[in-house]
Structures are given as C-alpha cells and as structure tokens.
C-alpha cells in the first residue's frame, strides 16, 4: 500500500469525522495548467490575490506556473514563493537541464519548495513528441529526476501520457524516478482517455510491482475529454493514489481539467463509501470559483456542480415544497459549505458601505480598503439606475472590476448613436496607461461601430470569435453581462463586462479580451507553447 501522508497531517480530535480517514493531498493547477487554457491568461497580481485566496482553502500545493515559459511565469512563480507560507510552491520543468534549473531559481524563496518535473512515456508520444527510443527516455528519466532531486528534497515527477504507456515500461521508468529520488509520482491521464475502473487498477498495479513504491505519494492528473476527470481522479485514490491535482472550475488544456471544488465535496459528502479526508476548508470553494471566472472571463455555466448558479436552485413547486419541509430533501449538502448563500433584495441605493461589506464577506469577497471603497461607488451608481439590486448584480459589479482593474487599455468615454437610420456611430474615448485617446467610427449596428471605434482607437489584427449577451438578472434594467472571444496569430483571448448599458458592456468586453491578448503575447507565446497539459 502507498503511503497515505498522514505523517504529514496534524492530529486529528477523535470527535472529527474526518479522523482516521486517509489524507488526501490537493494540488491545484489553476495558475499553470489551467492558465493554458486558450484565452485564459492572468496577470501577475491577479496570480498573486489567487495564490492567497487559495492558501486560505488550505490547498495543500499550489502549482504557479512553468518557470521557463516566460520571464512572466518565472517571476509569477518567484513572487508567489515569497508570499505563501503554509502551502507548497510547485513550478513545472521539462527534462532538460535548463528547465529544471530555472524552477529550482523560481522556487528558491518558497518555505516549501517543489520542482515537478514531466516525460513523456507513451509509445505515440515517444516517436512523435519525443522522437527517442525506450530506453533514452528511461536515461533521461533518471538523469532529470536525479538532477532535480540536487535541488531541492521535494521532487514530483510525471509519466507523461501514463494511461496509453506499456504497462511494463511505465512500471521500469516509475522504478527508475523513485530510484532517482523522486518523493511524489504523477500517472497523468493526459488526453482523457481511460476509464474509473481501468485507473484504479492502473495505481493498484504499479504500487505493488515498483520496488520502492511505499516510500512515495502517488498522484492521480486527469483531463476530462470524456467527462471522467473527477470519476477517474476518485477511481485514482481508490486505487492507491493520495494525491489529486485539479484545477478551479476545472479549467484546462481542451475540454480542462478535474474539477477542484467537485472532487472535495464528493469526498467530504460521500465519506461513508469514501473514507478520505482533504485539508480543504470548502466554504472558500465559490470565492476561488467566482475569482477565477472574473480573472479569466470563462463564465461559470449555470449548471455546474457545485458552484454553478443553480447548483442550490429550487424552481419545481414538488422540490420547493420539500425543500420547505426540510432542505435535505433536494440537497445533498448545504450551500453555506461551499460559500454560497440564498440570493435577496436587501442592498439598494440607501445600503451603507458597512452592509455593503457585510454582503460582499457573505458573497465570498475580501476586499483591501481602496477596492472596497471603489466597489461601494459603483454599488451606488448601479443602485440609482435599478429598482431592485440583486446579489447577482453585486458579484457581477465586483467580478468586473476584478477582471479589468489590472487592464492598461480602459474605456472611459462611450457615446454611440443608433436607430432604423444608418449608419450607426460610436464616439469613444478610452485610457492607455493613463493618456486619453478618443476616436469615433460607423457601422452596420451599434455593437459593430463601438467595435469599428476600438479598432481605430487601439489598432489590432485580432478576429472576433465569439460575441454573447446574457443578463444577469431579470426586468428591463437588468444588467447585460457580455464575453467576448479574440484570436489573433493562434492565441485566444476572453474577456468579460457588465453594465446596465449593453453597448457599454460590450465595449468594455472587448477592451479587456484585447488586455488579455496583449499579455498573451508579453508571455512571450514560442516559448509558452512548449508546455504540456498531461
């Protein structure tokens, strides 16, 4: 049997539930692998408030970026090595020496430092990816692993492709890697492909055939092109694994990730066929989901498990009846455990800034003193448009905020003229680092000349890829949440905005998918694209 890491979890009181579970490691990827997401870039501060955000849900390792990437995602990795004091620090490197040097750099101020290192085992990958035979890769597993482990005494090391790699060979290069020094192993299912029952053999395999395997944590990666990424990662820990890695909302390479915020309420909820035990306090699951949303400009879809926005919704008469009665008769667990709250109307336009706190702490939002007053200003703006100020309208309000407060380009000015008689035309003006610049343009429909302004204002190649329009709440004053989808050069950008003015919403959607392309390409993009997603 692997070692379960409870040496490394506090005494638990016998009057815990959780005691006497086996310890279950979360390693969340949001920052490196989810941030791979097409479109899903984040700014240096945005990674920092989210490293803090999940260290305060005690995830137990926080993987911040792949140091050679980029000087953005080694100084990303290096800064939050320095901020975070409880949680491990974890940076991504190839085999080559020079990745695992420069992690070693990027991890160097962390309490708690971690080199993760990855190569590919598959036969497709080796002949294509690679282009090596078997055993180069078993050379090369041992030489990196080796190197890494000179390092620093906390090395994880990864089968790239582990659910389509020989059996036999996957158990000789795990060997090797253990052999090297590794302390953790990765048997990353990389393009979804397996199954429950076929990973769960999978680790109970290689735990009793590697020598050495007790002396290791082994981890489960799973990727969800079949929908089976949190089924798999579960199937994982029942076949011997004690570590999972996801991601918030379960972003990701192509269709992402193993959800983080679903896998720890599926082990908390169902610990009487499940007997593990996270570290995780959960009720900072919707303040994570909610930051990484607005950061990204990836909406939450109303539907998803666990943090969607009908996750706890009762609309039936037959479950709002029995919900009446007792909640438990439609819901398996309660929505204060996971951050969230029923929704009302008690904020308006005479709300006070210590209940406008007051909500925000309710809804899942910290906020420093300077963001809280600039918060509060539009709370009151958008009261005085709206009749009724619902708490969806406040997440959206603050969520904005949040995604654009880092962008350079900000629209200041809008005035868009429109109606049967074209063309239509917009005057816009926006700030780029503080300076003005204004410009007007037509077009077929006032959407197309805010965006024809945009172009003229802040000259571009990117194409437009996606355009949508939801409200956020009902009544004709409703606010218009709009995302907006930019590529240009093969990289994707989103962006997000809400505003009781659709063209508003919609220009300001766009300004930030365009700041989110911008970064994307300060990334330095040839140099970012050698990541792997597992």
Request: proline residues 3%.
């Amino acid at each position: 049997m692997t070692q379960t890491a409870n040496d490394a979890v506090p005494a638990e009181s016998a009057a815990n539930p959780q005691a006497g579970r086996d310890r279950v490691i979360i390693f969340d990827t949001t920052m490196r692998d989810g941030e791979q997401s097409p479109g899903a870039s984040m700014s240096h501060e945005e990674k920092l408030e989210l490293a803090k955000i999940l260290e305060d849900m005690k995830v137990d390792v926080i993987e911040a970026g792949f140091p050679i990437a980029s000087n953005g995602d080694f100084e990303a990795v290096r800064a939050i090595s320095q901020i975070v004091t409880e949680s491990v620090v974890c940076g991504l490197a190839r085999a080559g020496a020079a990745d695992i040097e420069r992690c070693a750099e990027a991890i160097r101020p962390a309490k708690r430092g971690r080199i993760h290192t990855f190569l590919s085992t598959s036969p497709v990958h080796m002949k294509w990816k690679l282009q090596m035979e078997p055993e180069q890769v078993l050379e090369l597993v041992t030489k990196s692993v080796g190197h890494a482990r000179n390092l620093t005494d906390d090395v994880e090391w990864s089968a790239e492709d582990a659910t389509r790699t020989e059996r036999d060979f996957l158990l000789r290069c795990v060997e090797a890697a253990i052999r090297a020094g590794a302390t953790t192993i990765n048997l990353p299912d990389t393009v979804g492909y397996t199954y429950p029952s076929e990973y769960a053999d999978l680790f109970r395999d290689v735990i009793e055939n590697v020598p050495g395997a007790d002396r290791v944590i082994f981890s489960t990666h799973c990727h969800n092109d079949l929908g089976l990424a949190v089924a798999n990662s579960i199937a994982g820990v029942q076949g011997g694994a004690r570590q999972i890695e996801c991601a918030v909302n379960g972003i990701g390479e192509r269709a992402g990730n193993a959800a983080l915020e679903e896998i720890v309420m599926a082990l908390k909820v169902r610990g009487d066929r499940l007997p593990y035990a996270t570290g995780i306090e959960s009720q900072h699951i919707t303040r994570a989901s909610r930051y990484v949303s607005a950061i990204t400009g990836f909406p939450v879809q109303f539907n998803k498990a666990i943090v969607g926005k009908n996750a706890f919704a009762h609309e039936s008469g037959i479950h709002q009846d029995g919900m009446l009665k007792n909640a438990e008769t439609y819901e398996i667990m309660r929505p204060e455990d996971v951050g969230q709250i029923e929704s009302n109307l008690v904020m308006g336009k005479h709300s006070g800034r210590h209940a406008f706190r007051e909500k925000l702490k309710d809804l899942g939002y910290e906020l420093g003193q300077n963001a809280l007053n600039e918060a509060f200003q539009r709370f009151k703006d958008l009261a005085d448009k709206k009749k009724h100020v619902f708490d969806d309208d406040i997440v959206a309000l603050v969520d904005d905020a949040l995604a654009s407060s880092a962008d350079k380009v900000q629209v200041k000015h809008l005035r868009v003229i429109a109606g049967t008689e074209g063309p239509q035309e917009a005057f816009l003006t926006v700030t780029i680092d503080g300076d003005e610049k204004s410009a007007n343009a037509t077009g077929d429909g006032p959407v197309d000349a805010v965006f024809n302004a945009i172009h003229a204002v802040v000259p571009h190649e990117a194409i437009l890829r996606l355009f949508q329009v939801h409200a956020v709440t009902e009544g004709t004053d409703a606010q218009a949440q709009v995302s907006v989808r930019l590529e240009e050069d093969g990289r994707i950008a989103t962006g997000s905005a809400a505003d009781t003015d659709t063209l508003t919403a919609s220009a300001k959607a766009y300004v930030n998918a365009l700041n989110n392309l911008f970064a994307r390409k300060e990334k330095s993009a040839p140099a970012a694209r050698v990541a792997s997603g597992f």
